[in-house]
């Protein structure tokens, strides 16, 4: 009987010194969009193809399937010449290796045909992200499209 209490005594020490495993949850995905953004306001198109895996795919708003982070990076200029692309997560789920999230967002720039006034576009998106080896979550396929102005 000692031995048992021993042996049992052994094992709740190795638990409560063994690391915790943390797990993944839809607040972990929105801290990561958060980052994400901030990324993109900080270090613009670098900051925000940060957050790409390579094989990412971008599927635009009425436009062709862009495939790979590296084919994806040179759309994502505007965000070097003054262009500012914010958005808004209101879901997130995940389910083992795998999330996603939802919202809207906000591009403002100058307008380049007249005479550089403020311009606004808005629209909605999805985000897919893996998690990777490494434990950081990257995007794996991201799309948006255009909101029509309400009349």
Not at 2 to 23: C, D, E, Y
Not at 42 to 50: E, F, Q
Not at 53 to 62: K, M, Q, S
Request: charged share 20%; net charge negative; hydrophobic share 35%.
């Amino acid at each position: 009987m000692r031995k048992t209490h021993f042996t049992i005594l052994i094992l709740i020490g190795v638990a409560m010194l063994a690391p915790a495993v943390q797990r993944d949850s839809p607040a972990t995905i929105m801290n990561v969009e958060s980052e994400f953004m901030q990324a993109a306001a900080d270090r613009g198109s670098a900051g925000y193809m940060s957050y790409y895996a390579a094989d990412a795919v971008e599927l635009p708003d009425g436009g062709d399937a862009i495939l790979g982070k590296d084919n994806i990076a040179p759309g994502m200029a505007f965000l070097d010449q003054g262009g500012k692309l914010t958005w808004t997560p209101q879901f997130s789920d995940l389910s083992g290796d795998l999330a996603y999230t939802y919202g809207t967002w906000v591009f403002t720039s100058k307008d380049k045909d007249k005479d550089g006034n403020p311009m606004t576009q808005s629209g909605k998106y999805t985000t897919i992200w893996k998690k990777q080896h490494d434990g950081s979550w990257k995007v794996v396929l991201d799309m948006g499209n255009s909101s029509k102005p309400r009349s």
